[in-house]
């Protein structure tokens, strides 16, 4: 009977071994099919339209700045790697939670003194830790604030995309207005230079007068075929930033609304306290300096890993012997003190990048609020610009109507009016992406969706 229960737990030891092994199943990763597959991407591609609809943001006759930012978010991969990263830090909770294995075999002698009845000896080893519980315990809770972590990094990569989509929607909006504008001027410079010409052959006009007016003409043209250069690559930034080849967005109508919806907060001061403590990156850091300190605990607390208990058991000249040991590794050459000098260090380490996190979100939040309220400055004082070259384009009309100035100066005060929309252009400009760096210091959506997404 002894015999039938060795064998019967020698066989459920293996069969809990062999039932408990996870499979392993290959992924093999093609650069070349990889490489297709990037190529072949589209706003209209089947599982991105599936993505977009169970986000309840069906594809529609324009892409503005939510379905943009959620095409980033789906075919970029940086939220997919953090995403990884969190979830590699649930499987190391998981290891600092689960309790070690026992050690399960055969233990055979041979006495060749006495060979009666038999000379050999079996039994079966079993063994087991009974682990430091309070050194355990802290490691789970580094491992928990590491999760904490992860997550929060989710969070900042989420908006860094989101911030990075809003940043390539203002230039290509920028770009936009600015080809629109400089093809007016060029239109309006080669106007010039014809109306000098003009004067010229009537003996009214000097030939250097023409030839200013033609080199303004040519450099017109130039500014003109360079803004239409840079739209296009703004064009192509734009698909890179939402992870897309560039002509997936060809022939898309892209709607520039968000530019319009951003909205400071009313209160800002209490939009910097609340950054000030819940931006993720801060979180993080926080998080981090946590799972170091407990780190420190548990390196302090885990002299001793814990009691090894091992119950004997062999039968040996058919007589039953019984065993019980208890090992433990008592700290008598070293007390850890290499183990603990490098938790201590990372919890210092760690104290100072929270730190540095701390002190550089401040730094960001108080240079957008100067810049955004700057910016604000500049751009109340362009459009004043603008309406005082408005009102002396009216006037220029009036004096040209009843013949008191000539086509040339009514063409030159219309060139100032086109100048000012350009220099206005360019201060809405920063001003848009001040608002954009104030809404990322603050971490914060600032706008509401009236128009299309």
């Given at each position: 009977?002894?015999?039938?229960?060795?064998?019967?737990?020698?066989?459920?030891?293996?069969?809990?071994?062999?039932?408990?092994?996870?499979?392993?199943?290959?992924?093999?990763?093609?650069?070349?099919?990889?490489?297709?597959?990037?190529?072949?991407?589209?706003?209209h591609?089947?599982?991105?339209?599936?993505?977009?609809?169970?986000?309840?943001?069906?594809?529609?006759?324009?892409?503005?700045f939510?379905?943009?930012?959620?095409?980033?978010?789906?075919?970029?991969?940086?939220?997919?790697?953090?995403?990884?990263?969190?979830?590699?830090?649930?499987?190391?909770?998981?290891?600092?939670?689960?309790i070690?294995?026992?050690?399960?075999?055969?233990?055979?002698?041979?006495?060749?003194?006495?060979?009666?009845?038999?000379?050999?000896?079996?039994?079966?080893?079993?063994?087991?830790?009974?682990?430091?519980?309070?050194?355990?315990?802290?490691?789970?809770?580094?491992?928990?604030?590491?999760?904490?972590?992860?997550?929060?990094?989710?969070?900042?990569?989420?908006?860094?995309?989101?911030?990075?989509?809003?940043?390539?929607?203002?230039?290509?909006?920028?770009?936009?207005?600015?080809?629109?504008?400089?093809?007016?001027?060029?239109?309006?410079?080669?106007?010039?230079?014809?109306?000098?010409?003009?004067?010229?052959?009537?003996?009214?006009?000097?030939?250097?007068?023409?030839?200013?007016?033609?080199?303004?003409?040519?450099?017109?043209?130039?500014?003109?075929?360079?803004?239409?250069?840079?739209?296009?690559?703004?064009?192509?930034?734009?698909?890179?930033?939402?992870?897309?080849?560039?002509?997936?967005?060809?022939?898309?109508?892209?709607?520039?609304?968000i530019?319009?919806?951003?909205?400071?907060?009313?209160?800002?001061?209490?939009?910097?306290?609340?950054?000030?403590?819940?931006?993720?990156?801060?979180?993080?850091a926080?998080?981090?300096?946590?799972?170091?300190?407990?780190q420190?605990?548990?390196?302090?607390?885990?002299?001793?890993?814990?009691?090894?208990?091992?119950?004997?058991?062999?039968?040996?000249?058919?007589?039953?012997?019984?065993s019980?040991?208890?090992?433990?590794?008592?700290?008598?050459?070293?007390?850890?003190q290499?183990?603990?000098?490098?938790?201590?260090?990372?919890?210092?380490?760690?104290?100072?990048?929270?730190?540095?996190?701390?002190?550089?979100?401040?730094?960001?939040?108080?240079?957008?609020?100067?810049?955004?309220?700057?910016?604000?400055?500049?751009?109340?004082?362009?459009?004043?610009?603008?309406?005082?070259?408005?009102?002396?384009?009216?006037?220029?009309?009036?004096?040209?109507r009843?013949?008191?100035?000539?086509?040339?100066?009514?063409?030159?005060?219309?060139?100032?009016?086109?100048?000012?929309?350009?220099?206005?252009?360019?201060?809405?400009?920063?001003?848009?992406?001040?608002?954009?760096?104030?809404?990322?210091?603050?971490?914060?959506?600032?706008w509401?969706?009236?128009?299309?997404?």
């Amino acid at each position: 009977m002894q015999r039938g229960a060795l064998r019967l737990t020698f066989s459920t030891a293996l069969c809990i071994l062999l039932s408990s092994c996870a499979p392993f199943r290959p992924e093999p990763i093609s650069l070349r099919a990889g490489a297709r597959r990037f190529a072949a991407r589209s706003l209209h591609s089947g599982p991105l339209t599936r993505y977009l609809v169970a986000l309840g943001l069906p594809p529609g006759n324009s892409w503005g700045f939510r379905r943009l930012t959620y095409v980033a978010v789906f075919e970029r991969p940086q939220l997919k790697i953090a995403s990884a990263r969190y979830r590699v830090a649930l499987g190391r909770l998981r290891i600092a939670e689960q309790i070690d294995n026992p050690k399960i075999g055969i233990h055979t002698a041979f006495n060749a003194t006495q060979m009666l009845p038999t000379p050999w000896s079996v039994g079966p080893i079993f063994s087991f830790l009974v682990q430091n519980f309070f050194s355990k315990n802290a490691l789970i809770g580094a491992a928990r604030q590491n999760v904490l972590a992860a997550r929060a990094a989710i969070a900042s990569v989420a908006w860094n995309e989101r911030e990075r989509v809003y940043g390539a929607l203002l230039s290509l909006w920028a770009q936009r207005r600015a080809t629109s504008l400089y093809r007016q001027d060029a239109r309006l410079e080669r106007t010039i230079a014809s109306a000098i010409g003009e004067r010229y052959r009537l003996g009214a006009a000097s030939a250097s007068a023409v030839t200013g007016a033609r080199l303004s003409a040519e450099r017109a043209a130039f500014r003109e075929h360079q803004a239409t250069l840079e739209a296009s690559l703004a064009r192509a930034h734009l698909a890179v930033v939402v992870g897309l080849p560039v002509g997936a967005l060809r022939g898309v109508r892209i709607s520039f609304a968000i530019v319009h919806e951003l909205r400071m907060p009313a209160d800002l001061a209490r939009a910097e306290r609340f950054a000030l403590l819940h931006r993720p990156a801060l979180v993080r850091a926080l998080a981090e300096y946590n799972a170091a300190q407990l780190q420190l605990k548990a390196a302090t607390e885990g002299l001793i890993s814990g009691v090894k208990v091992t119950p004997g058991y062999d039968d040996s000249q058919e007589t039953s012997h019984y065993s019980l040991s208890v090992k433990t590794h008592p700290p008598l050459f070293n007390q850890h003190q290499g183990q603990i000098a490098v938790a201590r260090a990372e919890r210092r380490l760690a104290a100072e990048n929270l730190k540095s996190v701390q002190q550089s979100i401040f730094g960001q939040i108080e240079r957008a609020v100067v810049d955004w309220r700057g910016s604000e400055s500049a751009l109340a004082a362009s459009r004043r610009a603008l309406i005082s070259t408005q009102r002396e384009l009216a006037d220029a009309r009036q004096a040209y109507r009843v013949g008191a100035i000539g086509e040339v100066r009514l063409l030159g005060a219309r060139l100032e009016v086109l100048s000012a929309r350009i220099d206005l252009l360019s201060t809405e400009q920063e001003h848009y992406a001040a608002s954009g760096d104030l809404m990322a210091a603050l971490h914060s959506k600032l706008w509401e969706f009236h128009h299309e997404s």
